[in-house]
């Protein structure tokens, strides 16, 4: 994005994309003692950004006049490697687009695959897709709770926050082997069948949780920093953020109850009870509690799935397309040419399109999936929440503080990877 | 013409008159229409049927078919829990179509990524430039024609 551009944009739709620093420049030197504007780069490596975003901001003292976000700094194609992969390979590629939710990733690319093919997936795997969901939100949640109080001041909560999200990484390589890009949903349920002894340690977990819960809204939600720091700070209209395309927690704290998971429940969600937590302040610190929330919400589910744990098959029946038991695999001579098939050549998808969207921790995140009929997709796109919600930072910070900017893009709670991809 | 099979729905119903061809699978309402026609079709779910959202923008590359690009739209109708693909087919030689900016303004940065991918031209868009490559690269890399190993190895 060029800095000083003299294309202006068009007021009328209130899009700010460039800065046009040079019309107050040319203003400053045929009038002087005019105000001068000065522009402000923030990032792409400024921490409060959580990654590579970079913020161009014109500043008039320390009000913000407009603000126009740069994206594109960590693009890896993604979307252009999709196309070369067989369709189990691209289950590796989705955890490293957002990899703060690898699991919500995992999920929407293997629920679109297999609508695609028309695959019925065993209760046992819908349930583990479920729980570890939801164990996803509760890691990002902890992620994002940690790091935003650490931009606004409270050093504390950070630690207390990683500490419970360290168990949750252990959880996840107790299920898949990894910690982060954890790959454990494929197409046609799970890759490994449940480890021993999961139960005690998702017990275990959730039992402490919510006293954890309620420790970190000790350190902050009565804390008069916090709220001085978060009320009424970066406000943005219902209406605002529905055309600007903003989705998730964001829309839940302005008071519209909006969840994919409640709205076209998919893998099972109908069968759990959970409340969609919603505030109508609008503000920082209304996300803040909608959040919190929602952690408390994600136990209760996390609860419900690790007590009503169906028995059966962690995979579909679907020879040509889920791999075969290992054991079958090195005894049986069929089940060794399907896996040497499954993994050479892959499967073929019937042609089709499909747009799938499940609720990730940051808001509705969609994969739209174009098959030919062969074994590679033919064209994926990935409506990450991050992505949408970005472009409502200018309208939510133009004409408030400076100082104010931390906290409002803190509560947008955005994952560079998952813009970019 | 909308498909026979169509006219029972009454999203797609409401659109008879600028759709040039749509499907239903997987449970999924696709309604195709004219370039010329996208604002019209746009303007008319998001005002008379309650589409608030536009979910994404994006483009598939047909090549060598013609005519090659598509312009996908998912929108969505929060109240009425409902989702549809709205899909233009524009020529490979002059990819270019009505900016849905006016409309949605979610679609601005959509646009900026289509364009940026497949060199599909938004025109009246407010500020086409390239969102995720850098300023200076040279093509557009979804398209078909355009290697996976990018053109400088």
């Not at chain 1, 390979?89 to 990899?99: E, F, P, S």
């Not at chain 1, 695959?113 to 997936?121: D, S, V, Y």
């Not at chain 2, 604002?39 to 959202?53: I, N, S, V």
Request: proline share 6%.
């Amino acid at each position: 994005m060029a800095l000083a551009t003299k294309a202006d944009t068009n007021p009328d739709l209130g899009i700010t994309d460039d800065l046009v620093v040079e019309r107050d420049y040319e203003k400053h030197q045929t009038t002087p003692g005019a105000t001068r504007t000065m522009v402000l780069n923030m990032g792409p490596q400024h921490p409060s950004t959580h990654g590579v975003l970079r913020l161009l901001l014109e500043l008039d003292g320390e009000t913000i006049l407009k603000a126009a976000p740069d994206i594109g700094y960590l693009h890896t194609g993604i979307e252009k490697e999709f196309e070369a992969k067989l369709y189990q390979q691209g289950v590796t590629l989705t955890d490293r687009i957002d990899y703060l939710a690898p699991l919500s990733n995992n999920l929407v690319y293997c629920l679109a695959a297999e609508k695609l093919l028309g695959l019925e997936i065993p209760p046992l795997a819908q349930w583990t897709r479920v729980m570890l969901t939801e164990f996803t939100r509760l890691n990002s949640h902890l992620v994002w709770l940690g790091t935003h109080a650490i931009d606004i001041g409270a050093m504390s909560v950070f630690l207390y926050c990683f500490r419970e999200r360290e168990e949750i990484l252990r959880i996840f390589e107790m299920f898949s082997g990894q910690r982060m890009m954890t790959s454990y949903f494929r197409i046609g349920g799970l890759a490994l069948p449940h480890p021993r002894g999961w139960q005690k340690r998702v017990k275990d977990f959730i039992d402490i949780f919510p006293s954890r819960i309620d420790e970190y809204e000790e350190l902050l939600t009565g804390n008069r920093i916090w709220t001085g720091r978060t009320q009424g700070v970066g406000y943005i209209s219902l209406e605002d953020m529905l055309d600007l395309g903003v989705s998730g927690p964001m829309l839940r704290a302005a008071g519209l109850a909006h969840d994919v998971r409640k709205d076209a429940p998919y893998s099972g969600y109908e069968k759990f009870d959970f409340a969609v937590p919603t505030r109508t302040e609008n503000d920082v610190f209304a996300r803040y509690l909608v959040r919190v929330a929602e952690m408390r919400e994600s136990t209760r589910i996390i609860r419900q799935a690790l007590e009503g744990m169906p028995s059966g098959s962690h995979q579909a029946d679907a020879p040509g397309i889920v791999l075969p038991d290992r054991e079958k695999m090195k005894t049986q001579m069929e089940a060794l040419i399907y896996h040497f098939k499954i993994v050479t050549e892959g499967f073929r998808v019937p042609e089709g399109e499909v747009y799938q969207s499940v609720e990730s921790p940051r808001g509705e995140l969609g994969c739209y999936m174009v098959s030919d009929g062969t074994q590679k997709p033919y064209r994926v796109h990935w409506r990450g929440p991050s992505f949408g919600n970005l472009q409502a930072i200018p309208k939510m910070i133009e004409g408030t503080l400076i100082a104010d900017v931390i906290a409002a893009l803190g509560s947008m709670d955005f994952v560079l990877g998952d813009t970019d991809r | 013409m909308l498909p026979e099979s169509l006219t029972t729905y009454p999203t797609a119903a409401a659109l008879a008159d600028l759709a040039t061809g749509g499907k239903f699978e997987f449970g999924e309402l696709t309604v195709e229409v004219a370039p010329e026609n996208i604002l019209t079709a746009l303007h008319r779910l998001k005002h008379d049927l309650k589409f608030e959202r536009l979910s994404n923008v994006t483009g598939v590359d047909r090549y060598p078919a013609e005519p090659r690009f598509e312009v996908v739209y998912h929108l969505q109708c929060i109240t009425g829990k409902e989702r549809i693909r709205v899909k233009a087919r524009l020529s490979g030689a002059n990819p270019e179509i009505e900016s849905a900016v006016p409309v949605y303004r979610s679609a601005n940065w959509y646009e900026r990524e289509t364009f940026d991918f497949f060199g599909v031209r938004f025109l009246n868009h407010p500020n086409l430039t390239r969102i995720m490559m850098p300023d200076d690269w040279e093509g557009h890399p979804l398209r078909k024609d355009y290697p996976m190993t990018g053109y400088r190895y």
